[in-house]
């Protein structure tokens, strides 16, 4: 089965710098791999996905991820914060021979002026 | 593209009555959705899998005959909530797997308050 694991319930950083949101899976075959945003009482939103070929995705509102089979990792990542990035963030995974997908416990991302 | 509707958004209902959530997936068709229910500051729990046109699949410990799920069509699944009781007072969400049957793409939510 898989499983995902965000190490982080809470991230800080300052408007302008670089942030960096942590994700770790385990799948017992070949995985896909999203990030998801959500604003207060509000839904998920997609931000990125990892499903085939180049390691370093790219998505929605500059965000981008990199995957790392060795390291069974798909850090979330952006050059330079905004406040308005301030939100909850999950990473999730599913095995490509499975619809289900697994969340992980999701990491708060607050972005200071 | 890809945009999932969720009515309604909020719901107050009182205790005993049943009460049912819509989730419609407004630019795809989609064979395929989910339906999660999310506790305050916590992950997204899969409650179960619904399938246009075949009964639902339910997560382990959840309760098909109080969550009932139909998906009659390909556009629309249904959750309702039967006999509900204050313990029922949760943020639903439904998904929709896209037509490359590849990403979720998540309704807006529903908070119900059981009173």
């Known amino acids: 089965a898989q499983s995902v694991a965000q190490p982080e319930d809470q991230v800080n950083v300052a408007e302008g710098n670089p942030l960096t949101v942590k994700c770790t899976y385990s799948v017992s075959g070949n995985p896909y791999l999203f990030w998801y945003v959500q604003y207060p009482n509000r839904g998920l939103q997609f931000l990125l996905k990892y499903i085939t070929g180049d390691n370093l995705v790219k998505g929605s509102y500059g965000f981008e991820a990199e995957f790392n089979k060795s390291q069974t990792s798909f850090h979330l990542k952006k050059p330079s914060a905004l406040v308005s990035d301030s939100a909850l963030y999950f990473c999730a995974v599913r095995d490509i021979e499975d619809n289900d997908m697994r969340f992980g416990a999701g990491t708060r991302l607050t972005v200071k002026p | 593209g890809a945009v999932v509707s969720q009515h309604p958004s909020r719901v107050i209902c009182k205790s005993g009555t049943s009460v049912k959530i819509e989730c419609r997936s407004l630019?795809?068709?989609?064979?395929?959705m989910f339906w999660y229910r999310q506790f305050p500051k916590q992950s997204l729990m899969l409650m179960a899998t619904s399938n246009e046109g075949s009964k639902a699949t339910y997560e382990q410990g959840v309760e098909k005959d109080k969550f009932l799920i139909n998906h009659a069509s390909l556009t629309l699944s249904t959750l309702t909530v039967t006999s509900a009781h204050p313990e029922d007072s949760s943020f639903y969400i439904c998904?929709?797997?896209?037509?490359?049957?590849?990403?979720?793409?998540f309704g807006p939510g529903t908070r119900l308050l059981v009173l």
């Open positions: 998904s929709a797997l896209g037509q490359a049957q590849e990403t979720q793409y």
């Open positions: 630019d795809f068709q989609a064979t395929t």
